[in-house]
């Protein structure tokens, strides 16, 4: 998209967990060798079972989790062996939303809490916008403020996450099955907000999801993780209309009640044009 | 846009709400006598007692009202110094509750202080605290009582300090378990996510989830502490004459108990009360903040 350097670009990604001392279980390797590249401006999708490393890589990305082995850039910048100090200043620079909206927020601070304690820690970079203009940035009014999270609903919790996300604003926001635990008519708002965000504020996003049908909708490119490894990578509609691995075909014919075929792919071609449309 | 997998995320709000109420009376049920008990004792000096160090060689022993030879001047009869009983007993829960309030503060606070580090941090830190707990653990207390106070002195300080040292590594086992266990939670990945700095997370996010816990755990720990008081001063390692505690109490009347068995009993049951009500308190506070029942909604 620009010349610039990509958002996040990671190299040779290795994560294994492993346990010390007597009896101990063998390695697992959740991460097996995984490059990954984010430009500006993009949304990527990271599809695969339950087990495949989703999660593992998509906390490694966010600089939260287990990194054993490997490279990562941020916008240019390596990040393996910066001080601790400096390791959070840049981790701020990547957000995550999580799949579970209620505990992606603390269960005894209210909404307007958690916004100034976000300001008190990053005071130069939250003065773009005030709490009740953020709210609205993901379409909540301001009286939710006062509210603790177990007064939300599903659906404003996770935009309440979104909005805390997007309050530092981010280069790159990882979000990790955002959806999943939400009522299909909240997922769509959600995931248009998603789309919206990124026209608005220009952020990239890596959206992690077992469900193509999302992807589809929504990812420019797309990552396909089997076993800890990216087993198949490239555009959306290209990768999904013509799957080359064997692991990826299974994962399109396991959609329930869909036919995947080019005709019904072409007519819900424009992610752009969908998009607007709850 | 057809959306698959959809689960939703709504919790039945009201079945908490009950659980919620019904622990509420039941925890003003439990805490009333001891409510009660605690103003009592509190209060002893405006009430008209007799003074507890007041001795009185010719009213040895004087069985409690209701025994033949009882009189109402001494409604709980007399000790082997002529000490009014109910006077005695009453002042001798203050320092009881001194005691095992302080024990439990000081304990408390390291304790949890330490679990959290070691839940939080991991890594070497966490192994060193968590072998220092086994280690706390699997000691008898009495023995090291014994040593502390033997190599010490008896003060109240020491005794104070033992106590603590006795209990902390309970919480800190328990703090830690929780800790391990809320540090993954997705709004912790998040904070640090956003730059939060692990002290902040620690005393900012952990330590109020984690409070209901460190509650429940304090409050039934008060009642081991007055029984560890009880049995340290029954052995004459805890509290120095003429401070009265209840276990010193048991350990004066401990040689009468053939003749004047009311000098040994009403210590005995002033303890047992209280232990039993904040035993019964804590279950209900702990039916109130049970890991597992709690839903963080």
Redesign the interface.
Known sequence: MTNSPPVLQIEDLRVVFSERGIGKRPDVVAVDGVSLCIEAGEIVGLVGESGSGKTTLA?AT???GKITEGRISLEGEEIIGVSRSRM??L??R???V????????????TVRKGLS??RS??MDRTAWITDAELLAKVGMTEDLLDHL??EL??GQ?QRV?IA??LF?RPSLLVADEP??????SV??QI?NLLLQLRESENISVLLIS??L??VR?LCDRVYVMKDGRVVEEGETEELLGSPNHPYTRQLIAA??GKDWDRSSLESSNGRRE?SDS? | MILGNHRTADVSEDETRTIRRSGNRSLWLMGLPLLLLGLLVVAAPLLPLADPGLQDLRGRLIPPIFLEGGTWEHPLGTDQLGRDLLARVIYGGRLTFVIAIAAVLVGSVFGTLLGMIAGYRRGWIDTIISRVVDAQLALPFILLAIAIIVSRGRSLVVLVAVLAIISWAQYARVIRAETLSLRERPFILGLRAAGASPIRIILRHIFPNIGGTVLVLATLEVGTMILAESALSFLGLGVVPPDISWGGMLAGGREFIQDAWWVVTFPGIAITFVVMSINLLGDALRARYDPRKRTYL
């Open positions: 906390l966010a600089l939260l959070r200043r981790r701020s990547i957000q995550v999580f799949q579970d909206p209620h505990g992606s927020l603390d269960p005894r601070q304690e976000l820690l990053h999270p177990h609903s599903g919790a996450s805390r996300a530092l959806t999943s635990a939400l009522d299909v997922q769509a995931l077992h469900d049908s999302v909708n959609i329930p969908g709850p």
